[in-house]
């Protein structure tokens, strides 16, 4: 292989493996605190919504490459982003009100 193939594979592979290693040190970031952090912090678990939430732009924006998409996909991406959390948000509700 050339030099240039070989730049051209880096090149390519360099979002994939970015967004693996990111999304893998949000992980831990999450792990570490469902382990360690004090029972005494009643609201954890914003903290850790915000990290779900930033995993999920991750796999949306540079997963997906929608940024390089059409307006057309960019919008259909959103909504069925949107409906699923109405179903999480109605799954969580009725488990929180039994």
């Known amino acids: 292989m050339t030099h240039e193939d070989w730049r051209t594979i880096r090149h390519r592979l360099r979002s994939p493996v ?9 992980l831990g970031v999450n ?12 609201n954890i678990w914003m903290i850790e919504a915000g990290i779900a939430v930033a ?11 929608l940024v390089r998409e059409p307006p057309v996909i ?3 991406a959103g909504v069925g982003f949107y409906w ?6 109605l799954t969580l509700l009725d488990y929180l009100t039994r």
Not at 35 to 40: C, E, G, S, W
Not at 55 to 65: C, H, K, P, Q, Y
């Open 84 to 89: 699923l959390v109405i179903l999480f948000s």
């Open 74 to 76: 960019r919008l259909f």
């Open 55 to 65: 995993m999920v732009l991750i796999v949306l924006v540079f997963s997906m490459e």
């Open 31 to 42: 792990v570490l605190l469902g382990v360690y952090a004090p029972f005494r912090w009643r």
């Open 18 to 26: 970015l967004c693996f290693v990111a999304l893998l040190l949000l």
